[in-house]
DNA sequence: TCAATATATGAATATATGCTCATATAAGTT
DNA sequence: AACTTATATGAGCATATATTCATATATTGA
């Protein structure tokens, strides 16, 4: 029933920091959320969810470092895609928990 | 294989949001994470983490609020333990997952 | 090479956040 | 009531964060 408790050492206390925080505001849950439908260019993504170029693409970059998500280029267009199955499940699991009230 | 994509509203994003934010913080990890394990008075907490009394009852009165964390009197002791299953279940996989490198 | 399109970047700003200190509150004990 | 112990709270401060604007970079095509 409970779990085994083992203090937390810093790396590992750093890396589940950063995802959460990756996940903690509303512009990058939005972004992945729609990732998780598809691959979408920077501009397609500022279209849809009505956010500014820049907004997306600092917001993009915050995610690439963390490996969240990726890109493949097509001429000048980047088309980016979700990289972290493991988050991206979390998050749609969170989402589908809050939707339920 | 992708997820179906449906725009999130105003609230369940801010729900997500809160949520994640809950688990963004190292400290909030920490004591969510002693909590995996039983329930601690504030002060069992502070001393546990090397943390201030101060500090640990403002990030419970955090979790508190988002009802992530509940407690009991007994006399002046208060003991917290945790109070959402999904949220501490998502907290421990992820520290799972962080372990394996 | 020049123009057009797509994306990235840096600086500035406003806001949010976490910690600490000092102090308040609350319950139990004498 | 006074004292002790445990916890909560508010203000102040330093830092982190998200957004915006202006501009830089990169790729393609004429």
Redesign the pocket.
């Known amino acids: 029933m409970e779990e085994l408790y083992e203090p937390l050492d810093e790396e590992t206390l750093f890396i589940v920091s950063q995802t959460f925080?990756a996940l903690?505001?509303?512009?990058?849950i939005r972004i992945l959320h729609l990732l998780s439908s598809g691959e979408f260019?920077?501009?397609?993504i500022a279209n849809r969810l009505s956010?500014?170029?820049?907004?997306?693409?600092?917001?993009?970059?915050?995610l690439k470092n963390l490996r969240l998500v990726k890109?493949r280029?097509e001429?000048?267009?980047?088309?980016y895609s979700h990289d972290d199955e493991h988050v991206l499940h979390i998050l749609e699991q969170t989402i589908r928990h809050a939707r339920d009230h």
Chains 1, 2 share one sequence.
């Open positions: 925080k903690s505001d509303p512009t990058r260019s920077v501009t397609e956010l500014l170029q820049s907004t997306v693409s600092h917001q993009l970059r915050f890109y280029r001429g000048t267009t980047l088309y």
